[in-house]
């Protein structure tokens, strides 16, 4: 079965960075590429970038390309997300995701929340 | 890339069928059924992909949730409404910039 098991819930201030992680099993993980979405409620899910764990080729959405750093180690099978300088506008839930195919996602993480305060 | 536009909300009672519209540009949904997918956020849940490639249904997913595509909007339909299926809804589609967009979601309320 495939899984993608995030770290847990995260509480920071603003001007801190954050660093979440993203293990895969029950699949060869260097072999999928593995995406970041956030939810925020009430602004819906907004795509982050992508990365290809077996030659860490990493693609950023214009909205998030310098403000995040996506990076992977496929000997442990796992995925990073980074955030820095974290603003209150960071706050929201971080899912993992598994791309299949050319344009799906098919595995999702449990999420991570994540708090920002002043 | 801006948002695929979704309804906010949607309702219906049980046994009646609901459609939910995305409405996206020439650049995203517009290219292709292809590019096209759903998925279901239960609160606390992973969300679960309802819907790939347009119109096919992931394996273990119930043949009420059908999609459908028009120029550039995409829907996704639910028959025979039943209490679980009470959850958000997000379309999403990849993009010619290679990059994927997703709508802002629309909360499904069962009566």
């Known amino acids: 079965e495939v899984q993608l098991v995030q770290s847990g819930a995260e509480v920071k201030k603003s001007g801190e960075s954050l660093k979440i992680s993203c293990k895969g099993s029950g699949y060869k993980f260097s072999t999928y590429w593995i995406g970041w979405v956030r939810q925020v409620p009430g602004k819906g899910v907004e795509w982050m970038g992508v990365i290809y764990p077996g030659d860490s080729d990493t693609r950023y959405s214009p909205s998030f390309q310098g403000q995040v750093t996506i990076s992977a180690d496929k000997s442990i099978s796992t995925a990073y997300l980074q955030l820095s300088s974290l603003k209150a506008s960071d706050a929201g839930m971080y899912y993992c995701?598994?791309?299949?195919?050319?344009?799906?996602?098919?595995?999702w993480g449990q999420g991570t929340l994540v708090t920002v305060s002043s | 890339q801006s948002a695929l536009t979704q309804p906010a909300s949607v309702s219906g009672s049980p046994g009646q069928s609901i459609s939910i519209s995305c409405s996206g540009t020439s650049s995203d949904i517009g290219t292709s059924y292809k590019v096209v997918s759903w998925y279901q956020y239960h609160p606390g849940k992973a969300p679960k992909m309802m819907i790939y490639e347009g119109s096919i249904r992931p394996s273990g997913i119930s043949n009420r949730f059908s999609g459908s595509k028009s120029g550039n909007t995409a829907s996704l339909t639910i028959s025979g409404l039943q209490a679980e299926d009470e959850a958000d809804y997000y379309c999403c589609s990849y993009t010619t910039n290679r990059t994927w967009v997703f709508g802002g979601g629309t909360k499904l309320t069962v009566l």
């Open positions: 995701v598994r791309r299949w195919g050319d344009y799906y996602f098919d595995s």
